[in-house]
């Protein structure tokens, strides 16, 4: 009896705090939202948003540098539903914010067995006052909404796949199949945190979770072909790109991990920027002497996509 009680004060104590967590953040990201003028990046989001469907389709396929189809058509509905106003065309991307931080806590949860209740929302907590989220939370761009994505992509692969040694269920193959689908037509770099899973099931010797994985991958790998084929401006955008065979220095790696945290224009306090990359290499040393295999995906989940990426 006592033993129930004391489980019951702990998930009232843990739903108190999440609410809390919750309805803070997003009540200080929706704080004076509609202050000041749309930036460049968010007129460009209000460009494309505020054109037809196929014409948004059209266009994008033909222009460089630009992103794929999905957040805009997202953005085109949710300005058809809210109104083309500069609170309206943030609030969408506020709301992926706090949807991000709950996912942090659930991906948590999943890293580490033991890391539950109260103590789960230590990471969101961490997350929630990162600069470069609170930016971005704010901004008219798919950038929270790429970390949401990426933190429901990590959720379902730690649920249904890592831990999995048989056939995992249906619904989380069609569930990361169609995450995955969303991920690649929002940014392209989110190609690169999906690959690390097939590799770590490979490492874990995870064979039908692997297999599973990869039937997962047909139909987003399908329509990430179709769009190349019929996209000359994606085509010309990766013809533009190469790779950067280099070993940044020190003081460059912190620089641009600094623009990552912080965002481009928020000004880098390295003091700070020291206290997350220490936090962020306590969680995972600790993940991974709990459980290796979930510590050595956290650590080439951190490692590879920014390498791949600062190599691009």
């Not at 939202?33 to 994008?60: F, G, K």
């Not at 789960?120 to 994505?149: N, Q």
């Not at 991920?183 to 899973?197: D, E, G, R, S």
Request: positive net charge.
């Amino acid at each position: 009896m006592e033993i129930t009680a004391y489980r019951s004060r702990r998930k009232l104590a843990a739903l108190l705090v999440w609410c809390l967590l919750l309805t803070s953040a997003w009540g200080l990201w929706l704080w004076q939202l509609d202050a000041s003028d749309l930036t460049h990046d968010e007129a460009i989001s209000y460009h494309w948003a505020s054109r037809p469907l196929p014409e948004i389709i059209a266009n994008l396929q033909e222009a460089v540098r630009e992103h794929p189809p999905t957040y805009y058509a997202l953005m085109h509905w949710w300005l058809a539903l809210a109104g083309p106003s500069e609170f309206s065309l943030r609030l969408f991307t506020v709301a992926a914010g706090v949807v991000a931080l709950a996912l942090m806590g659930w991906v948590a949860r999943l890293s580490l067995r033991s890391f539950t209740g109260v103590t789960s929302v230590v990471p969101a907590m961490i997350l929630a006052v990162t600069p470069g989220l609170v930016y971005y939370a704010r901004v008219a761009r798919m950038y929270s909404l790429v970390v949401a994505l990426s933190l429901l992509s990590a959720g379902i692969f730690l649920h249904s796949f890592l831990r999995a040694q048989e056939w995992p269920h249906w619904a989380g193959v069609v569930g990361l199949a169609l995450v995955h689908l969303a991920a690649i037509t929002t940014h392209y770099y989110l190609v690169l945190p999906i690959l690390v899973q097939p590799l770590l099931l490979l490492l874990a010797r995870r064979w039908r979770p692997l297999l599973a994985w990869c039937g997962a991958q047909a139909v987003p790998a399908f329509a990430a072909l179709v769009w190349f084929l019929t996209s000359p401006g994606l085509r010309l955008t990766i013809g533009s790109v190469g790779p950067v065979l280099e070993i940044p220095a020190r003081l460059r790696v912190l620089h641009l991990l600094g623009k990552l945290v912080f965002s481009p224009v928020v000004q880098v306090q390295f003091g700070l920027l020291s206290v997350i990359l220490a936090l962020v290499g306590l969680g995972t040393l600790v993940v991974f002497l709990q459980n290796r295999i979930s510590g050595a995906w956290l650590l080439l989940s951190l490692l590879i996509p920014l390498a791949t990426a600062y190599s691009m």
